[in-house]
């Protein structure tokens, strides 16, 4: 077998359309984004606007990473200290650590085979617990049934805020992921959809929510200055309520994003293609599952999961190592300490412990690795022949 030399953590070098609105920003010397001249809008603003035409939201607020939008929707959306938050078993440590940091209590529930959330276990827990709150997470960039969602949602009244940092272009029939709730959270961190190297974005057709998220940000009392925001009477209610954490987005990260998103769609294209490359490497290997794809879903395959369902530590060791060896950089999601990543929730030790069996289940046959667009599609398929010829050998030794 033929090794593969590629980057697992090399994007695509920004273009010259980027390099120039960045040197233009440079070249003003006004760098936050309150630093505009009369009557000019700022980059960070127009990024606003740009944003929440994207994606059909009234209003939209730049931020400085995924992580802080997630924590400062829960507190504009009301989360009172100590209160429970309901939220996936699985996903990336900033999203327990966005409930830590707003004052809140993680209660996690189940995923199921296809990586989204339990709606079963999701339905016992909200009526259990009393929960206002769930913080749903597109772990991965796997959208759950967003109509029974919305449903149980609906039923149990609770106030529903997407992380939809692998789902940034994403929909459920139609809908854009981050359309289904209150609130919206995007992340502009380099191994998103955008690259800024760090930043997030919120969006929300919310008003009074989205003007105590705009102050909760640092706005310094310039609320009237951001491009995608209710008038300035909603403000006058929270203003001086609403404590500020600060957390702006500059105008040299919103002015190297803008142009990244017009290119978005036609990038969600190019990762389909590759993601699509190694899922048909991989289909039909004895002993591999993958994630079923459901025809509602539109997904943004920036990354690719599989499951060797029942596979014992020791040969997940192996596989990856093996896949290691012919340049396949593979994370596995069971390992019992956390290396480079933290999705498991027992090393997330600051939230009370919970027995979730099926999620550990899930987790301890869980290969995963990104799929950088500057990868080839015949890349792609090179890679997912490695991994359809490790798990063979696998196969073969046990
Ligand atoms: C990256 C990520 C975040 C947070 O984004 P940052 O911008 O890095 O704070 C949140 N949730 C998931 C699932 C992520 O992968």
């Known amino acids: 077998m033929k090794p593969f030399s590629g980057n697992f953590t090399q994007q695509e070098a920004l273009d010259d359309a980027v390099i120039a609105a960045a040197t233009r920003i440079l070249g003003s010397g006004r760098l936050h984004r309150y630093n505009s001249e009369p009557g000019e809008m700022s980059a960070a603003s127009e990024l606003e606007q740009a944003y929440a035409t994207y994606q059909g939201a009234r209003y939209c607020l730049a931020c400085a990473s995924g992580g802080y939008a997630l924590s400062i929707a829960l507190r504009a959306a009301g989360l009172e200290p100590g209160e429970t938050v309901l ?58 049934d967003m109509e029974r969602l919305a449903d149980i949602v609906r039923q149990h009244d609770l106030i529903l805020i997407e992380d939809c940092a692998h789902t940034m272009g994403a929909a459920w029939n139609g809908r854009k992921s981050g359309n289904f709730g209150l609130a919206g959270c995007f992340s502009t961190q380099t191994y ?128 990856v190592a093996a896949n290691k060896a012919l340049g396949v950089e593979l994370k596995w999601f069971g390992a019992s300490d956390p290396v480079g990543f933290t999705s498991n929730h027992h090393s997330w030790r600051y939230v009370d412990p919970q027995a979730l069996p099926e999620t550990d289940r899930v987790l301890s046959g869980l290969f995963d690795m990104r799929l950088p667009l500057t990868f080839s599609v015949a890349d792609c398929r090179h890679i997912g022949a490695i991994i359809a010829h490790c798990a063979a050998e696998l196969g073969a030794d046990a």
């Open 192 to 319: 998103k959809h955008l690259n800024s190297g760090e930043g997030g974005l919120l969006t929300s057709d919310d008003p009074d929510f989205m003007a105590r998220a705009i102050i909760l940000s640092g706005s310094y009392m310039l609320y009237e200055r951001h491009g995608a925001a209710p008038p300035a009477d909603v403000f006058e209610r929270i203003r001086l309520e609403t404590p500020n954490m600060s957390g702006r987005m500059d105008n040299l990260r919103a002015a190297i994003l803008l142009p990244q998103l017009s290119r978005l769609e036609d990038n969600i294209e190019r990762w389909n293609e590759r993601y699509r490359a190694v899922e048909q490497a991989l289909a039909g290997v004895d002993g591999v599952a993958l994630p079923c794809r459901p025809a509602e879903e539109r997904y943004v395959g920036s990354s690719i999961q599989f499951r060797l369902p029942g596979i014992s530590p020791a040969l997940a060791g192996a596989f």
């Open 87 to 144: 939220t996936n078993g699985f996903t990336l440590a900033p999203v327990p650590g966005a409930v830590a940091a707003a004052g809140g209590k993680p209660l996690l529930v189940e995923i199921t085979g296809n990586l989204v959330i339990d709606l079963e276990d999701l339905a016992r827990k909200a009526g259990t617990s009393g929960a206002r709150f769930l913080l749903l997470s597109n772990m991965r960039g796997h959208l759950a």
